[in-house]
């Protein structure tokens, strides 16, 4: 079955500053990947996803890129503010409606003052 | 905007003892998961259910676990004898094009 890796799991930035999480998938027929915000006693938010028809996709301060060959898809966020501090985690699929989403571990992302 | 609501956020029991959790998934939405995420872990699928019936379950989902589509606007995840390990924060989630989650259901085993 699938297996997805993220990194790092944590990770802190300066406020301003640029943060990246990266994320390895293993199933090859995976062909979404979406990108969800946790923050504390919240249940997953989704933030942005990606389908392995294109490389890369941007919504405002954040964007998804994805490598469909070495089977990596990346988080950016740009100038980051102190609302961006939660967890966040990747996760992969084979699209289909009733299909399982696999979790990365997660990486609590701190935005520092 | 629409959303998943779930109750009770919070749900305390003694070992043993049976629970169900309650979810109202987004209306139009016709796909139903249930997941679970252990402190600190991270989150992790249990079951799918689309038109009154499981469509994938997990390893962690067994006899212990049913779930059921009571009517139409309801879907439920009953522990019916619960263990220690069981304690968790369990998540309801519905799709149409995108996958959608609640708030979560505490659970805490004594």
């Known amino acids: 079955g699938e297996n997805v890796e993220q990194h790092p799991s944590t990770l802190s930035v300066q406020e301003g500053d640029s943060a990246v999480i990266k994320c390895t998938y293993s199933?090859?027929?995976?062909?979404?990947f979406p990108w969800y915000k946790q923050e504390l006693g919240k249940g997953p938010q989704l933030i942005i996803d990606i389908r392995s028809n294109v490389g890369e996709k941007k919504d405002q301060r954040i964007a998804v890129t994805l490598n469909k060959t070495a089977k990596h898809f990346s988080l950016h966020i740009t100038e980051t503010q102190p609302e961006d501090s939660a967890v966040y985690f990747c996760?992969?699929?084979?699209?289909?409606?009733?299909?399982?989403?696999?979790f990365g571990k997660g990486t609590r992302l701190h935005i520092l003052p | 905007e629409p959303e998943v609501t779930q109750t009770p956020s919070h749900q305390v029991t003694q070992m043993g003892q049976e629970v169900i959790l309650r979810c109202v998934p987004i209306s139009n939405h016709l796909y139903f998961y249930w997941y679970r995420q252990i402190l600190g872990q991270k989150v992790e699928f249990l079951v799918s259910f689309y038109n009154n019936e499981i469509s994938e379950k997990s390893e962690i989902f067994d006899d212990q676990f049913s779930v059921e589509r009571p009517d139409g606007s309801n879907f439920t995840l009953k522990i019916r004898s619960t263990k220690l390990e069981d304690s968790a924060m369990y998540f309801c989630?519905?799709?149409?094009?995108?996958?959608?989650f609640g708030s979560g259901t505490q659970l805490s085993v004594l």
């Open positions: 996760a992969a699929t084979r699209g289909r409606r009733d299909d399982k989403i696999i």
């Open positions: 199933d090859s027929a995976s062909n979404y």
């Open positions: 989630a519905s799709s149409g094009e995108k996958l959608f």
